[in-house]
């Protein structure tokens, strides 16, 4: 069985920084891609960015430029630097890998049970 926990959510003032990580854990033999999510009150679960195992990159309009995706193979872990913060960013972030390969099966669309950024004005 695999699992997926967030960390480094908080409260941070608009134009502050806070970065998230993600930690798969469980036999793990690799991952395919992983991103992060957020879903704000009352709003649907949008992207927000994703990385493949060969680093390449992909961010949701809203947050390019400000946002930076990373991930560390070795460790399992994928992360979510987040510059220049807006109260719209108020959202749970969650983590997620499309393709979890252990030695056992392969595990498909896992998710955290996310973390809470709140950004005041």
């Known amino acids: 069985q695999v699992q997926l926990v967030e960390s480094g959510g908080g409260l941070v003032q608009a134009g502050g920084s806070l970065r998230l990580s993600c930690l798969a854990s469980?036999?793990?033999?690799?991952?395919?891609?992983m991103a992060w999510y957020r879903q704000a009150p009352g709003k649907q679960r949008e992207f927000v960015a994703a990385?493949?195992?060969?680093?390449?990159?992909n961010y949701a309009d809203s947050v390019k430029g400000r946002f930076t995706i990373s991930r560390d193979n070795a460790k399992n872990s994928v992360y979510l630097q987040m510059n220049s913060l807006k109260p719209e960013d108020t959202a749970v972030y969650y983590c997620?890998?499309?393709?979890?390969?252990?030695?056992?099966?392969?595990?498909?669309?896992?998710w955290g049970q996310g973390t809470q950024v709140t950004v005041s004005s």
């Open positions: 997620n890998a499309d393709q979890i390969a252990t030695i056992a099966t392969t595990y498909f669309d896992s």
């Open positions: 469980g036999s793990i033999f690799s991952i395919r891609t």
């Open positions: 990385i493949t195992s060969g680093g390449r990159t």
